[in-house]
């Protein structure tokens, strides 16, 4: 059947199998302890939409959760429930239900693993699918991990990558994982300042928005459109698409660097640039073409405005301030009555407005 069971996300047949252990008595599973990573598992697809927006507004979480529960809906409509009807000596689709399959998918993507592809495969292959590991799952993630997993044809090994003293906890790496990515997947985020490898997104439309309200005139507004229109073209932005800010620099350095230069740029300019096809023979500015916080600080005058215009839209759409969050966690007595998840949360909310508010500062 593995023709039948292909999917965009290439979970299916690992789900399917999960499907039938969990409900089947007679499964050498059946001993799981299913029960512990209900609670535990990612926050974002279990919990009701009005939470995530409460606590997760303006983080990029709620958006993704919408777009996987979509794909798990139709992937569970158009391949698992034709699957399990054409073998119903093994499935009920009564018992294995849409919302058993979205609490399996949930841990999926909380406690497997995926086998890295070769540098050669990357760029033909998709992603290696998924597989369960027992006790390969039970060590915890940080940035500073002191432990990494690897891969052989016989084993998989928990390798130390330093000296690790009697009683000290082993840390695996999920990958460089920003808290908002680590909460979503895996239910948890690290509290600042300990993600080191934490991100804070503007959305393009949003560098669009600032663009757009700066613009004096229908002419200007044309104009901005056009450009927008040229970028999206060059595929440097897009509708849905995000500029990804890190502690140290820009990690969509080329798309922002790009998109800041061409909505800047006088009507006369940019129509040189187009004819030109947005190439430049221009060596020093590609060496400089690196984002880093330096850097940053080094933009023309209107390429800061307009990124620190977008700063502040991006601020906006967040349903607390930074000086909320700061207090809330420099109050242990309040923090403490919070809930797990309202606390995951903070952090997630906390460390992507330090990034924000780092960026303010660097371009003001």
């Not at 609490?103 to 086998?115: D, K, P, T």
């Not at 096809?277 to 005058?301: H, V």
Request: aromatic share 8%.
């Amino acid at each position: 059947a593995q023709e039948s069971l292909q999917s965009q996300s290439g979970w299916v047949p690992l789900l399917l199998a999960l499907l039938h252990e969990y409900t089947a008595s007679n499964s050498q599973r059946h001993p799981f302890p299913w029960g512990r990573w209900r609670e535990t598992c990612s926050l974002s697809c279990n919990r009701p939409e009005e939470e995530r927006t409460r606590l997760l507004q303006g983080t990029g979480i709620p958006e993704a959760v919408d777009k996987d529960l979509a794909n798990i809906h139709l992937e569970y409509s158009s391949i698992i429930l034709p699957f399990m009807e054409s073998h119903p000596d093994i499935f009920d689709p009564k018992l294995h239900t849409l919302e058993l399959y979205k609490e399996l998918v949930a841990f999926v993507m909380a406690y497997s693993f995926q086998e890295p592809l070769e540098e050669e495969d990357e760029d033909e292959k998709g992603p290696n699918p998924p597989m369960m590991v027992p006790v390969a799952d039970i060590l915890n993630h940080v940035a500073n991990h002191n432990a990494n997993l690897e891969y052989s044809p016989q084993c998989l090994r928990m390798v130390t990558t330093r000296p690790i003293s009697k009683g000290q906890e082993i840390f695996n790496t999920y990958g460089q994982m920003a808290n908002w990515q680590l909460l979503h997947m895996y239910g948890f985020a690290e509290p600042y300042p300990g993600n080191t490898n934490d991100t804070a997104d503007i959305q393009m439309v949003t560098v669009r928005k600032a663009a757009l309200q700066r613009a004096k005139s229908e002419a200007q507004r044309q104009l901005v459109s056009e450009q927008w229109d040229f970028l999206c073209q060059l595929e440097m932005v897009g509708e849905e698409g995000a500029f990804v800010l890190g502690w140290d620099e820009v990690l969509t350095e080329e798309e922002l660097s790009m998109t800041l230069k061409v909505l800047c740029m006088s009507e006369e300019e940019f129509k040189e640039y187009k004819e030109q096809d947005g190439w430049e023979d221009d060596s020093e500015e590609e060496e400089n073409s690196t984002l880093s916080n330096e850097a940053l600080s080094r933009l023309k005058t209107p390429c800061k405005k307009l990124l620190y215009d977008s700063v502040l839209l991006t601020l906006e759409s967040y349903g607390s301030d930074l000086k909320a969050e700061q207090d809330l966690l420099n109050n242990k007595e309040a923090y403490e009555k919070l809930s797990r998840r309202e606390q995951q949360a903070l952090h997630v909310r906390y460390g992507q407005k330090r990034i924000l508010h780092q960026l303010l500062e660097l371009v003001r």
